[in-house]
């Protein structure tokens, strides 16, 4: 008997997961089945290229430190986006090591069984946790991050932190090792923002649940965390001061990707800002969308629902963690409207908040709010034996809508009062198409509210069941997958050069060129035919520019440093090839005439439009000839800069005292991921220059004995050689990693210590 008893809630636990995993997963199979990739933008130009790199790794049981494809090369673990060590991701390299969508899909379903727990964890029914979940884990900004995949791990885990925090009103120490575990969670998700607000609103939610002591133990918790996370916490930290993000950010950067005040009826119904089926430019976003560089939203879409909102403001009311959550929520959508209410000014004035970009990241905690009070509101529906005002707002809120739109006089008068007339008639047809996609699914929700003939639970169900129709065909508005049949990549591996391979550059690709009106009018298959970063790593070839949020500073002020020669300068960094689509634009065809002067055309593809030079370069391995020295970073590079001009090819170092120099020949040279050997000789004490990023944490060794690496250029790695033939090995040993691996096992020593004292006061002798 006991040991059924026992059995029982890991059965049902089981059941529950995979009652969720099949609700998320069902709206997601038509694209899967037609092989289409659920994300796009960032997930397919940074994240599924990165990802062999990281599955390979842990399948591995090691680390994936260091990329050496882009930029001359750049550590990949410190950055933290990608979520190395996130348990989604580690599950998911066993599991479905070759499947970006089965990560994808791997986070969705986290982010369902957390909203569920949470609810739970608050009292709510089944059917209410049920809608919490689905409204959450499907919600239109939810699902967008498909996108973007650090940002979808975050909002996966999310739930997880609060539930684990709120759980730490009960007493022990099993809740504070949960809690411990669930922060860490979140830091390995590399989403710091929404570790952030996680953290605090957990907090905040132990507390009303428990008291000081009850935020005593979530405090101690979250210290257990960050000690679990900190082999990732530890070196994205040390990274981050080495980047562009230490800089800080300008006003602009703030108010990029807000949350428009105009898109709030998007929360309602889906599309304003995009479609269906939406176009590389997006015209009302353009319109509306506020300060921002590009012409596509953060998020595809924000939608949640019309009976979802009324439900929320249902519960909003119904206690005292409910009234909180509504206060959270309110400051939520004030922060995400960014400079719209003077938000981001106020928030500039903290001291880690104002390095945080795109206000409307927000949405994410925000939306997981009114689930949450949906949940509560629904119970509330339920629970009384009053008629309820929710049906009769939701028909009127319909009926007004429809007015609004239809013929849409009244909305076009608005836009025309705020001077945006022209667009008026494709913002009407994007709410149209939402609005008539919805209005079923709101009318039978309102329906089943409205009756009093069925029992409790059924109705409850039934509402559940209708929230997540309605999130199931929202979700075109949220995932666009890149068209299918584009030729990709694959094609450079008919590039030929000596080792360790080609090294490319795409001068058209129009990132760090001024903006100019067909600054996107690049297709995605051209893009990805281009080999932008990190498109180049899967095949195996270098690209000399790349992409990240955390460009290294050294990287950065060389990048800006070679002005409008970039292109002519960078064969001194071992480019190989340059790699264009056709000009088009002023700006484009003068960078494109630089960079392939001298060249040759060797191959083409996508038809023709896109076609790869061979360049004169300097070799990735070479002796200096002659060398010179500064002793900081910045006399480095105007040292620089003066031999540039100059058109010699003397390598500058950043050191007290200047190198010598001697003739030699490199006689091979092997890289790997995170170390390279390259064998040569020298007729003397000589300089060997290798073309990959000087980086702290990379050691050398020639012939077994260590020797230092000097900064060579301002950005690549300079090593002194003596006389004779040698073997200098390189490896990347950053020390902040052997740091962080310590405090994570002082988190597990203490996670253990805690189950253990928890374990004997429950079962004392």
Not at 579 to 588: E, H, K, R, T, Y
Not at 742 to 763: E, H, N, P
Request: proline share 8%; hydrophobic share 55%.
């Amino acid at each position: 008997m006991r040991t059924g008893a026992s059995i029982r809630p890991a059965i049902r636990a089981l059941a529950v997961a995979g009652f969720l995993a099949l609700a998320v997963s069902l709206p997601l199979l038509p694209w899967i089945h037609d092989g289409a990739l659920l994300g796009a933008r960032d997930t397919v130009r940074l994240y599924a290229p990165l990802r062999p790199l990281v599955v390979e790794s842990i399948r591995s049981f090691s680390l994936p430190l260091w990329n050496p494809f882009e930029g001359t090369g750049h550590p990949l673990l410190a950055e933290g986006i990608h979520g190395v060590l996130h348990p989604v991701s580690v599950v998911a390299a066993w599991l479905a090591p070759s499947s970006m969508n089965g990560l994808l899909v791997g986070y969705l379903v986290a982010a369902a069984l957390g909203a569920w727990l949470l609810a739970r964890s608050l009292g709510r029914s089944p059917a209410a946790a049920f809608l919490a979940a689905v409204a959450y884990a499907l919600s239109g900004f939810v699902a967008s991050m498909t996108d973007n995949l650090v940002f979808l791990a975050g909002s996966a885990t999310l739930p997880w932190v609060l539930a684990a925090l709120r759980a730490c009103r009960l007493p022990g120490g099993a809740p504070v090792a949960a809690a411990g575990a669930a922060v860490a969670a979140a830091l390995l998700a590399g989403d710091a923002q929404s570790s952030g607000v996680g953290v605090l609103v957990g907090l905040a939610l132990a507390a009303e649940g428990g008291g000081r002591r009850a935020l005593l133990r979530a405090g101690l918790g979250v210290g257990l965390g960050a000690l679990l996370g900190a082999v990732q916490l530890v070196p994205a930290l040390v990274h981050v001061q080495r980047t562009v993000r230490k800089l800080g950010l300008d006003e602009a950067s703030r108010a990029q990707w807000a949350l428009s005040a105009w898109r709030l009826p998007e929360f309602a119904i889906p599309g304003l800002f995009g479609s269906r089926t939406p176009a590389v430019a997006f015209p009302v976003f353009r319109a509306l969308g506020g300060p921002t560089e590009y012409t596509i939203p953060f998020a595809a879409s924000v939608h949640v629902g019309l009976v979802t909102l009324l439900l929320a403001l249902r519960g909003i009311r119904a206690d005292r963690t409910s009234r909180l959550l509504g206060v959270i929520a309110l400051l939520l959508l004030w922060l995400a409207l960014g400079p719209a209410l003077s938000a981001s000014q106020a928030s500039a004035l903290l001291p880690v908040w104002g390095k945080f970009r795109y206000a409307e990241k927000l949405v994410g905690p925000l939306t997981l709010c009114l689930a949450l009070l949906a949940a509560r509101g629904l119970d509330r529906e339920l629970g009384t034996g009053r008629r309820s005002w929710v049906p009769a707002a939701v028909a009127a809120m319909l009926a007004l809508t429809a007015l609004l739109l239809w013929p849409g006089a009244v909305a076009g008068w608005v836009l025309g009062l705020a001077g945006h007339e022209e667009i008026a008639p494709a913002a009407l047809d994007a709410l149209r198409e939402g609005f008539w996609i919805g209005l079923p699914f709101h009318a039978a929700a309102a329906a089943v509210l409205a009756t009093t003939r069925l029992p409790t639970v059924p109705r409850g169900w039934l509402v559940a069941g209708i929230t997540w129709g309605l999130a199931a065909v929202s979700l075109p508005w949220a995932i666009h997958p890149p068209p299918a049949g584009c030729e990709g990549p694959g094609w450079l591996a008919r590039l030929r050069s000596d080792p360790p391979g080609p090294r490319i550059g795409t001068p058209t690709m129009r990132e760090y060129l001024p903006a100019h009106p067909d600054a996107w009018r690049l297709t995605w298959c051209e893009y990805s035919t281009l080999a932008i970063p990190a498109l180049n790593a899967p095949v195996g070839v270098d690209q000399l520019d790349l992409y990240t949020g955390l460009d290294p500073i050294r990287f950065a002020r060389v990048w800006n440093a070679l002005g409008e020669e970039r292109w002519r300068h960078l064969r001194r960094f071992g480019l190989t090839h340059v790699v264009a689509a056709p000009p088009s634009g002023a700006a484009d065809a003068k960078a494109l005439s630089i960079a392939i002067d001298g060249g040759t055309p060797v191959t083409t593809a996508a038809g023709g439009r896109v076609t790869a030079w061979a360049v004169p370069h300097r070799a990735w391995a070479l002796f200096a000839r002659s060398a010179s020295s500064a002793s900081t970073p910045q006399p480095t590079l105007e040292r620089l800069q003066a031999i540039l001009a100059a058109g010699s090819d003397e390598v500058v170092i950043q050191a007290d005292a200047t190198p010598a120099t001697a003739p030699g020949e490199v006689l091979s040279v092997r890289r790997g991921r995170e170390e390279l050997t390259v064998e040569a000789r020298a007729a003397g004490p000589a300089l060997l220059v290798v073309n990959d990023a000087w980086w702290p944490g990379w050691v050398a060794r020639v012939d077994g004995s260590p020797v230092p690496i000097l900064p060579a250029d301002v950005l690549v790695r300079g090593v002194p050689f003596p006389a004779g033939r040698h073997v200098v090995e390189m490896s990347y040993q950053p020390p902040e990693v052997r740091w962080g691996l310590a405090l994570s096992a002082a988190g597990l020593v203490g996670v253990a210590v805690l189950l253990v004292l928890g374990r004997r006061r429950a079962y004392p002798k």
